[in-house]
């Protein structure tokens, strides 16, 4: 085969311009050439339609606006046909390349570009959808969201939206009638249909604040009411939007004996029994009921999550009486002490008690904790270390030191870095703090010593002696 570029035989290449051939043709060999390469590679047919598409308002003698239409229909099925030949594979096999994976969602975003910037008719939409849902039905591919995406964005008229609730419809699904049910109430503005639709298929809470919401949105209160108290039974799963709904409309009836109806079907439900004890709590206090504002404080502290416990603390000891505090209080410190370390740890500062803190940094520094396969837990308690460094400097470099020295010996540069962040505290202390830098640098120097055939960790420690330069340090425990 001849190369379209080098010398052919019988042609003098000086005299032979491809440009000056090409402009030569006449109509119709021009088109048989077109033809052909259409015929060669299908690309080119995409390629053609998007120069056209890009010239269609210079061509004269020619209606630009419906040029366009069919120009955008043409490449709706040209982006399609990319994207499909990827979607189809990945259907098959569950799942494909990367770059695969790349490629289509690159084509899907072309059909949206499309979309945003120009018409397409309702015909080459339909087309569309057809082609498409052959895939989308097939659900193995990964690419449902994106394709659902698409149809969404494709669809204008009542006509389109409804041929795509169709679509929808032939293999009925939750997820498919969540779908149907949003085209319906915001698209179709087929109120009827909605309420229909949405009346079967009240299962989980989300499901009756749609419903609830809907009637709010309409101004009809007392059929949002009654969805939101149905739901708060007989709703599975979250039910955030509900019990804070009724909160919210009971709170401005100032209906009390409601409000704590609530409060009772969320503890026997077992849902939001924090959040609602809470908001029971703040009403009482802001009606100036101290009783039954203790009473929810108190209730509340009993659903307290792991990490919030100091949080709680300081809420109790805002709101009580001082009589109250001095009978509660120890029992939420030693309740604290029991299920959250650090939350112990600021109450104890708070009351200046230091030392405890410092035995306790101490005691894991040295006895740190272990799961129940045995792995060493990490406990990160630095923050406390940093604080008492001035009070009690000498221990809290024994305090580093063994949070440096356990990351040595068997280490890799990961863990030998760990080591040269925990050092470069100490040095700080023994330098500004206790103002020893001898007393530093003999320790570091037994400590390089020690260590000496471990050439990866004296690399990682220059960082220390200010020889290297220090990368941002983040370790996450």
Same mark, same amino acid.
């Given at each position: ?5 080098g ?7 000086e005299?032979?311009?491809?440009d ?9 060999d021009?088109?048989?050439?077109v ?5 060669r590679?299908?690309?080119v ?15 004269k ?9 069919s ?22 096999y569950?799942?494909?390349p990367?770059?695969?994976e790349?490629?289509?969602c690159?084509?899907?975003?072309e ?7 120009g ?8 087309e ?10 097939e ?8 394709l ?6 494709i669809c204008e008229t ?11 419809d032939?293999?009925?699904s ?8 949003k085209i ?15 009346k ?31 739901g708060?039974?007989k ?9 804070e709904? +009724?909160?919210? %409309?009971?709170? @401005?009836?100032?209906?009390?004996a409601? =409000?704590?109806?609530?409060?009772d /079907? $969320? #503890?026997t ?17 802001s ?15 009993e659903?307290v ?10 809420r ?9 505090w001095?009978?509660?209080e120890?029992?939420?410190i030693?309740?604290?002490k029991?299920?959250?370390t650090?939350?112990? +740890?600021?109450? %104890?500062?708070? @009351? ?5 803190? =410092?035995?306790?940094?101490?005691? /894991? $520094? #040295?006895?740190?904790?272990r ?8 406990t ?10 001035e009070?009690f ?11 440096a ?17 925990y ?13 020893n ?27 220390v ?6 990368d ?6």
């Amino acid at each position: 085969m001849t190369s379209n570029t080098g010398p052919e035989k019988g042609i003098n290449n000086e005299e032979f311009s491809l440009d000056d051939a090409l402009y030569s043709l006449d109509s119709k060999d021009l088109y048989d050439l077109v033809q052909n390469l259409m015929g060669r590679n299908p690309e080119v047919h995409r390629l053609i339609l998007e120069w056209f598409k890009e010239k269609s308002k210079d061509l004269k003698d020619i209606d630009s606006e419906k040029m366009g239409i069919s120009l955008n229909d043409g490449l709706l099925m040209e982006y399609w046909f990319n994207a499909e030949g990827i979607i189809s594979e990945f259907n098959e096999y569950g799942g494909g390349p990367e770059e695969e994976e790349i490629e289509a969602c690159e084509w899907l975003d072309e059909i949206s570009e499309l979309v945003k910037k120009g018409s397409i008719s309702t015909e080459a939409k339909f087309e569309f959808l057809d082609v498409a849902f052959v895939e989308y039905d097939e659900g193995n591919s990964g690419f449902d969201d994106s394709l659902m995406d698409v149809f969404f964005e494709i669809c204008e008229t009542e006509g389109e939206w409804k041929y795509l609730v169709k679509k929808l419809d032939k293999y009925p699904s939750r997820w498919r009638t969540k779908l149907i049910m949003k085209i319906q109430k915001k698209y179709l503005c087929d109120e009827g249909a909605y309420l229909k639709l949405r009346k079967e298929n009240l299962e989980n809470g989300r499901d009756y604040w749609d419903l609830a919401e809907f009637y709010q949105v309409k101004g009809d209160a007392q059929n949002a009411l009654e969805t939101a108290e149905q739901g708060i039974l007989k709703g599975e799963g979250k039910c955030t939007e509900l019990f804070e709904f +009724l909160f919210d %409309c009971y709170a @401005k009836k100032e209906d009390a004996a409601n =409000l704590e109806r609530i409060v009772d /079907t $969320a #503890l026997t439900q077992k849902h939001e029994e924090k959040n609602m004890l809470d908001r029971l709590f703040e009403y009482y206090k802001s009606k100036g009921d101290y009783n039954k504002a203790k009473e929810n404080l108190l209730k509340a502290y009993e659903f307290v999550k792991y990490g919030s416990y100091y949080k709680e603390y300081k809420r109790m000891k805002e709101f009580l009486k001082k009589s109250d505090w001095k009978q509660i209080e120890p029992e939420i410190i030693k309740d604290c002490k029991k299920k959250n370390t650090k939350d112990y +740890l600021r109450i %104890c500062l708070d @009351k200046n008690m230091k030392k405890t803190v =410092l035995d306790t940094l101490l005691d /894991t $520094a #040295l006895n740190p904790p272990r799961d129940r396969l045995g792995f060493v837990m990490h406990t990160d308690f630095d923050k406390f270390a940093d604080l008492l460094k001035e009070d009690f400097p000498e221990k809290i470099i024994e305090y580093y030191w063994e949070k440096a020295y356990i990351n040595i010996p068997g280490g890799t540069r990961g863990t030998y870095r760990i080591a040269a962040h925990y050092l470069t505290k100490i040095k700080h202390i023994y330098i500004d703090v206790l103002q020893n830098e001898p007393q530093w640098n003999q320790r570091f120097t037994d400590l390089k010593i020690e260590f000496k055939k471990r050439p990866a960790f004296l690399d990682e420690v220059q960082v220390v002696e200010g020889i290297k330069d220090s990368d941002d340090w983040n370790h996450d425990f």
